[in-house]
């Protein structure tokens, strides 16, 4: 069965440091796997997505992840933070061998960015 | 990308009533999906909202009580029927472009409060 596991339901950092949001998979196939940001009363927007190629994807913001095959993992990091990076952070994955590759989504991670 | 209209962005509802959310798309688009959200919690895909033709259901979640419409490749509507206080809840519509490989794009959601 497909899921999406989001260890953290909160992250908190300081302005100007790096984070991590942690996000591990599984899938019966090879997967696609994406990141969202949801601020407060909007929908979801589109960072960044691995399909294939290198492992490391860049996206929106600043932000970039790594895709890891053997620890089934795809976190999201960003060098260094924003305080207009506090947001409610969804992963997300695709199985690309299942005909109809619907969306599993984690249970979010909530980042705080103090100043 | 495309830019989706989802209306109306909130609405407070009794018990026992009937509530259609409608989602436009400024473009054509090959699927068209609608998610429920609690608040701060992750997505639950209800259906796929297929065009012509009936949507498909996931588990859990019955055409009875969320009848969905897509007369056209830019237009869906979404009914909460007979309503309950568990049904609170955003509602969001997900389409996928060609040309976006595997991405979803995303309304800004339908906040609903049965009282």
């Known amino acids: 069965a497909q899921s999406v596991a989001q260890p953290e339901d909160q992250v908190n950092v300081a302005e100007g440091n790096p984070l991590t949001v942690k996000c591990t998979y599984s899938?019966?196939?090879?997967?696609?796997l994406f990141w969202y940001v949801q601020y407060p009363n909007r929908g979801l927007q589109f960072l960044l997505k691995?399909?294939?190629?290198?492992?490391l994807v860049k996206g929106s913001y600043g932000f970039e992840a790594e895709f890891n095959k053997s620890q089934t993992s795809f976190h999201l990091k960003k060098p260094s933070a924003l305080v207009s990076d506090s947001a409610l952070y969804f992963c997300?994955?695709?199985?690309?061998?299942?005909?109809?590759?619907?969306?599993?989504f984690g249970s979010g991670t909530k980042l705080n960015v103090k100043p | 990308s495309a830019v989706i209209s989802q209306k109306p962005s909130r609405d407070i509802c009794q018990r026992g009533t009937s509530l259609t959310i409608q989602c436009q798309v400024d473009?054509?688009?090959?699927?068209m999906f609608w998610y429920r959200q609690q608040p701060g919690q992750s997505l639950t895909l209800i259906a796929t909202?297929?065009?012509?033709?009936?949507?498909?259901?996931e588990s859990g979640f019955v055409i009875d009580k969320f009848p969905i419409s897509r007369p056209n490749l830019t237009f869906s509507t979404l009914t909460v029927s007979n309503m309950s206080p568990e049904d609170s809840s955003i509602y969001l519509c997900?389409?996928?472009?060609?040309?976006?490989?595997?991405?979803?794009?995303f309304g800004q959601g339908t906040r609903l409060t049965v009282v």
């Open positions: 997900s389409v996928e472009v060609s040309g976006r490989f595997a991405e979803a794009f």
């Open positions: 899938v019966s196939g090879n997967p696609y």
């Open positions: 691995y399909i294939t190629g290198d492992n």
């Open positions: 997300a994955v695709r199985d690309r061998n299942v005909g109809f590759n619907k969306f599993y």
């Open positions: 473009s054509q688009v090959t699927m």
């Open positions: 909202a297929n065009q012509g033709s009936e949507a498909t259901y």
